[in-house]
């Protein structure tokens, strides 16, 4: 079992709809939650953290974060264009500050 | 304030081949990280340096190796280069944090390794 598992995609959405996207995580000592932008050929780019259980919201971006199910979750309201990326959710290793562990990304398209 | 730099943003080696990889933190930023992003896959975890001292290490061989100066820039090498080693290289700073810390990390531009 990967320690931090997302569809891999691709995942498109129309244009004005609601993006959502997955993770899970399986070390239950996971304190912290990430969620990066990476447009191809390009570096990761953070947008969102989470650290506590419910929702964090950020302008269109929406984490939402259930340790007892231990899946986070990012959801992007009216999808544009330019949210077209490659999405990475990150997650904390609880023995070690700043080392994170990465998703495997999922590919989300959206459709004009 | 200056982000974190990366040089050489492209690379090509020959197997057997020794490569370094140099990276500037971000003004302010104590930590650095080093991941390997292959083609398709999430950026894997490499090893991390704070002041000056390897400060974890992921599921790499020795053959990886790396620094940090006094400034917090830092250094990746690695030598006896195999074609599995052509990826995406990230450095990465983050400030200096209590306790746990936060864990935000912001990323250069990487260094684009093939290995022929």
């Known amino acids: 079992q990967k320690e931090v598992e997302q569809n891999s995609g691709p995942l498109s959405v129309p244009e004005g709809a609601i993006a959502s996207l997955n993770c899970t995580y399986s070390?239950?000592?996971?304190?912290?939650f990430f969620w990066y932008r990476q447009y191809s050929g390009k570096s990761p780019e953070l947008i969102m953290s989470i650290y506590s259980n419910g929702d964090k919201e950020d302008g269109r971006f929406t984490a939402q974060l259930n340790k007892a199910s231990q899946y986070v979750s990012l959801l992007i309201r009216d999808s544009q264009p330019s949210d077209s990326a490659t999405y990475l959710c990150?997650?904390?290793?609880?023995?070690?500050?700043?080392?994170?562990?990465f998703g495997q990304g999922t590919r989300l398209t959206i459709n004009p | 304030e200056t982000g974190v730099t990366q040089s050489p943003t492209h690379l090509i080696k020959t197997r057997g081949q020794q490569v370094t990889l140099r990276c500037s933190s971000q003004?302010?930023?104590?930590?650095v990280s080093w991941y390997q992003q292959a083609l398709g896959q999430g950026p894997q975890f490499i090893f991390q340096y704070y002041r000056e001292e390897e400060n974890g290490r992921g599921n790499f061989p020795p053959r990886f190796s790396g620094l940090q100066f006094p400034n917090y820039s830092s250094e990746l090498n690695v030598n006896a280069l195999e074609l599995d080693d052509s990826a995406l290289y990230l450095c990465?700073?983050?400030?200096?944090?209590?306790?746990?810390?936060?864990?935000?990390?912001?990323f250069g531009e990487g260094s684009r390794l093939t290995v022929l």
């Open positions: 990150a997650v904390n290793r609880p023995q070690g500050a700043q080392k994170l562990v």
């Open positions: 990465a700073s983050s400030p200096p944090a209590p306790g746990q810390g936060s864990g935000e990390l912001f």
């Open positions: 003004s302010g930023h104590n930590t």
């Open positions: 070390d239950r000592g996971s304190q912290s």
